[in-house]
């Protein structure tokens, strides 16, 4: 699985490499994230821009599977998109959207149709290679314990564009990687300026179907334990909004803020491994724009 996923990244980096490597041009990500907190001008232009900087950000535990969880904690901020004549690459900075791999198929003076071949975003797997029925109820609890995956999925993705200010965006993704079902978010963003400083709010509704739910958060009669008795979730709903702001501190440095409260569905929140009925997220960052 870590084999599989680091060749992931490495396809994604070459990608990334390649197409900033073919122009300098500046131009705005397709992402929601990127869009509402920048602007939608020029969204159809050959070009992109990469950030690289360090951040800090604070998180609530939600899962007792997280069990190298820390409340603050620094990070590197590596972040940037690039199009060129419709394909692009979007790896965009504590995007909820993961990273993207795609085709820009469509597009009007409102509105924007994109294929995604890859959409990449962490998830939760089951050790492969062990049959929990062989197992005592001890050892299907460190078995249930899980590890960190990965849901590499396929779609498409439609956003909509008003007076450079608004932006709606509705995607729709079914991983192919490791069959864990259908993912799909519907989001309505806002930006608007106050002298130098940026702000953005975006509230978002996340769609998450009955597969992928089991897959995350679902235990079989096999796997259960005491601890962790057996759940089968339905598919379920998921809302969220966030407030962010970003200040140029020079021609290549910008700093940027952000908080984000998403409410949990019933159907995560009655789940053994779950901790909390909402996450709450905080980040701040410095970064240098190329």
Request: overall charge negative; aromatic content about 14%.
């Amino acid at each position: 699985m870590i084999k599989h996923l680091l060749n992931l990244f490495r396809l994604i980096s070459l990608i990334f490499a390649l197409f900033l490597a073919l122009s300098p041009a500046i131009v705005n990500a397709s992402d929601i994230a990127s869009s509402v907190a920048g602007g939608v001008d020029n969204r159809l232009a050959n070009g992109g821009y990469f950030e690289l900087g360090a951040s800090l950000y604070g998180v609530n535990k939600v899962d007792i599977r997280q069990t190298e969880h820390q409340t603050i904690q620094p990070s590197l901020l590596i972040s940037g998109m690039y199009q060129y004549k419709g394909l692009f690459v979007e790896m965009v900075h504590q995007s909820q959207d993961g990273i993207n791999l795609g085709y820009n198929f469509w597009n009007s003076e409102n509105w924007s149709l994109d294929l995604l071949a890859a959409n990449l975003k962490s998830s939760w797997s089951r050790p492969e290679g062990i049959d929990p029925a062989a197992l005592n109820e001890a050892e299907r609890n460190i078995y249930l314990m899980s590890e960190e995956s990965i849901f590499v999925g396929a779609g498409l993705r439609a956003t909509r564009y008003w007076d450079d200010h608004y932006v709606f965006q509705y995607r729709i993704v079914s991983d192919y990687y490791d069959g864990q079902g259908i993912q799909s978010s519907a989001r309505l963003g806002k930006s608007w300026q106050v002298r130098n400083w940026n702000f953005h709010t975006l509230a978002s509704v996340e769609y998450s179907s009955a597969t992928l739910n089991q897959y995350l958060f679902g235990i079989s009669s096999e796997e259960a334990t005491e601890l962790f008795p057996q759940y089968k979730p339905s598919s379920s709903f998921n809302y969220g909004i966030e407030l962010g702001v970003a200040y140029p501190i020079s021609e290549s440095f910008v700093f940027r803020a952000m908080y984000r409260v998403n409410v949990l569905a019933d159907e995560v929140t009655d789940s053994p491994f779950n901790e909390s009925g909402y996450v709450s997220f905080f980040n701040a960052s410095i970064s240098y724009v190329f």
